[in-house]
């Protein structure tokens, strides 16, 4: 839970065990910056139902909603009939694309598809594809940057140790992909960011105050585009992935050396049956001549 309310914060904001306290979570949000400023923003949700909140809690597809959407657990936006408002089902994020409504910051929260165990990997991607594909199809390409970060490491080994930055200090890296028409080609970035290096880059971007510590330290994002050269344009891929063409190793080639060293072994064999052919007929030979 504390790494989505960084996402949103910059800063903790929970309890211990990443509970919620009882009067739910109050420290300042990239929202708050953004409406104070005037910048428009919305947070999409997959499933979404407006009626769970962390004062009520869902149940099936809908029990980690106040997860992956964590202003769901600040009083003041869900008090707030205005602030309610932008918090949106996923399907307004398709509406706004085709309609030229997309506003300047978007987060999108899933609620359903998903690559944590035990769902098929393959769903999470699918659901990552279309959303990319929209995107990519509607006029707001040509400005974007799409943001793919996870919500935690998933629990594989990690060689690097977390660096140590504050009292609660870093947990074990997590994947994160920039998609963009800017974004440097085949770049990795080595860069060490954080979940509120996001919000850094929103900040850096519309101008705005950092809101705790922890963004305000964070490294942004600027590293990995490149905007010296002209927006690319977009390569959509399909959904299933194609096995390259079989390889048909040049076999007379492989074997060629196995056949030298055959017919290496055949002369050998062959030169050591004439020698004893030879020798056992001398002998013969001799024998003859001693008994005539």
Not at 75 to 97: A, E, G, K, M, T
Request: charged share 15%; net charge positive.
């Amino acid at each position: 839970m504390a790494n989505h309310v960084y996402w949103v914060s910059g800063a903790r904001g929970v309890g211990r065990g990443d509970r919620i306290p009882a009067y739910g979570v109050t420290v300042p949000t990239i929202f708050d910056r953004l409406q104070a400023a005037g910048v428009s923003w919305k947070f999409y949700v997959q499933n979404y139902d407006s009626h769970v909140t962390y004062r009520h809690k869902g149940r099936g597809n809908h029990i980690a909603q106040t997860i992956y959407v964590p202003i769901l657990n600040f009083p003041r936006f869900i008090d707030n009939s205005r602030l309610f408002s932008h918090i949106v089902p996923l399907s307004q994020y398709y509406y706004d694309l085709d309609h030229g409504t997309l506003p300047a910051v978007a987060y999108i929260a899933p609620s359903g598809d998903s690559e944590h165990p035990p769902s098929n990997i393959a769903s999470g991607e699918r659901f990552v594809h279309v959303l990319l594909g929209a995107l990519i199809r509607s006029s707001a390409w040509g400005t974007s940057a799409f943001m793919l970060s996870y919500a935690d490491w998933g629990g594989w080994y990690d060689h690097v140790r977390p660096p140590h930055v504050d009292a609660y200090s870093y947990g074990f890296r997590s994947p994160a992909l920039l998609i963009s028409p800017y974004a440097r080609r085949g770049f990795v970035d080595h860069t060490v960011l954080d979940f509120s290096s996001q919000i850094k880059f929103i900040e850096q971007n519309w101008g705005l105050k950092p809101l705790a510590k922890r963004d305000a330290a964070a490294s942004g994002l600027v590293s990995a585009f490149d905007f010296s050269k002209a927006a690319r344009q977009p390569v959509l891929l399909g959904f299933k992935r194609h096995s390259p063409p079989p390889v048909h190793p040049r076999t007379g080639v492989v074997y060629l050396p196995y056949g030298g060293a055959i017919g290496v072994f055949a002369a050998a064999v062959g030169v050591a049956a004439r020698r004893r052919w030879l020798f056992l007929n001398g002998r013969n030979a001799s024998s003859r001549g001693l008994q005539s």
